[in-house]
């Protein structure tokens, strides 16, 4: 018992010690800065499939960008990204617009507002068998939204050469 009461003195100050160094950090704890990310400079925004074709939509450094089938993207939209296929309301699929038998037309909305999945500007892309053409309509001065879908005639003003 005499000797570890003589060891006591050594035991308080090793505490001691250790409780000052808690507030120290070593070169272990100190926060090292996280490596920089760079921003992905393109990405897909949406994608669909229309008549067997797989459309793809893609955000390059702010623009909207079409990519059909498996080839590059190649086209570039007129609205801005991210940009959106206009759902059917109520509904996750693509709202089709069928012209005639052989062409069909889908809607993408862009140029984003506020809200989310919402832009100032439309475009429809017209699938006629394989081909798909952008329209050189571009619906502009409102609000519209992927999720609300479109009306038919608005569909037709897309088809208009």
């Not at 702010?62 to 939209?77: F, S």
């Not at 699929?93 to 862009?110: E, H, L, P, T």
């Not at 984003?112 to 329209?135: D, F, H, N, Y």
């Amino acid at each position: 018992m005499a000797g570890s009461l003589k060891k006591m003195p050594q035991v308080w100050l090793v505490l001691v010690l250790s409780l000052s160094a808690c507030g120290e950090k070593t070169p272990e704890q100190q926060s090292l800065p996280l490596p920089e990310r760079p921003v992905a400079s393109k990405y897909i925004t949406d994608q669909a499939s229309v008549a067997g074709i797989s459309l793809v939509l893609w955000d390059e450094q702010g623009g909207c960008r079409l990519q059909v089938g498996k080839a590059a993207p190649e086209a570039w939209l007129k609205p801005t990204a991210p940009c959106h296929f206009v759902k059917a309301p109520g509904r996750q699929d693509v709202q089709v617009f069928q012209q005639s038998k052989a062409s069909r037309i889908v809607a993408v909305v862009g140029t984003p507002t506020s809200k989310p999945r919402c832009g100032q500007e439309v475009q429809g892309l017209i699938v006629e068998g394989s081909a798909v053409r952008l329209s050189t309509y571009i619906m502009q001065g409102s609000v519209y939204c992927a999720d609300q879908g479109l009306q038919n005639f608005q569909y037709g003003l897309f088809d208009k050469r």
